[in-house]
């Protein structure tokens, strides 16, 4: 049995070169785990703490203070614990927090030693961290997941708070569905990436990309976004609806005023059943197979209306509608709201909370689809996260970026190396 001796934290940066906490945890074999916190930028109100510095330095965004927490307060509370006690250690984080949002010592800074405990606790017993989440699983919920490599959803074309551009929905992605293996989804996607950004181009258009790694051109409304993914996809030789399916990510609370959706790209001011409508006939029009946050994370009267409307045939992903929040992914089951839940661990805070959130989704018959964030690091956990929990899918941006394409190619490995593991 393993005993963790010691941690150590510091700042390092993201992808947009704003601060986040790294963690290492120190074992008594000589061995240590280490990890490093993502951040979002289309944030829902209701998620865990990201601590920042009151400081001036990196325009406000420092997390020394959450650093600091880690290394004199936080860290010593965890000595001489195994570190497959996961639960047990997430709980004595958050009870000695004290605050339901991690307020006090930063859920950026109780994520990144629980996300280290976990990598330290793969070392230790000498198994893949993918190997390690589904031990953890079967731990904290007490039943088996099968292990499987998650279906992509690539981002290839940005728009929103991800990019300087007049697109208004967030995300437009790629699903291979098709594919029959991780390695012929990648090979597609990134055929059809090089080919939007050959379409781009020849329109005389920018071929610059987002936070997340797609283009980010300046297009006439959301739909002709949609128009030059689909030319792109046939490009490549594949077949839209078929081969490659459409998804979404709409961000909507970040185009909603309280009364209605306003698309500033296309000169529309929508009400929410308006809203309701121009999405239903984009699901009619093309192959679209799933739409995350279709409305503002406060308009359940919204979204319940679009549930009603597209729930049988399109997936519906609470992102800022459910923060990975088990308590609120309750409260919208009852509700009766989306059917799927994107899962970001710093929303909440911690493995053990993000575990029983991918549960109660699984109990209720809610998908799970593991994410980035818009602010990443080259820490891949959330591929091992997704192959370990069998959840299905992965969104984690377009193949582009080293923050993202690390993602990719740690599911190809994971895959090269499990003929039992497969593309869900
Ligand atoms: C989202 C995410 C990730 P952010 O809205 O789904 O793509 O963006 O991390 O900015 O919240
Ligand atoms: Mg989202």
Known sequence: MAKIIGTKAIQVFDSRGVPTVSCKVFLDNGSYGIAMVP???STGSKEALELRDEANKYHGKGVQDAVQNINDILGPL??????NNQEEIDKILISSDGTSDKSKYGANAILAISLAVSHSASIANKISLHDHFYNLYENIVGENQVQSIPMPMLN????GEHANNNIDIQEFMIIPSGAKNF????QWSTEIYVNLKKIIEDSGLSSSVGDEGGFAPDLKNNEEAIKIIIDSIIKSGLEPGEDINIALDCAASEFFDGNSYTLKGENKKLS??????????LVEKYPITSIEDGMDENDHNGWKLLTKKIGKKCQLVGDDLFVTNKDILEGGIKEGIANAILIKFNQVGSITETIKTIECANKHGYKSIISHRSGETEDTTIADLAIGLGVGQIKTGAPCRSDRVAKYNRLLWIEEENSHILLK
């Open 39 to 41: 951040s979002g930028a």
């Open 78 to 83: 965890i000595i001489d614990i195994d570190p």
């Open 272 to 281: 929410s059943s308006e809203f309701v409508d121009y999405l239903d006939k």
């Open 183 to 186: 390695n012929q989804a990648m």
């Open 156 to 159: 290839i074309l940005n728009g």
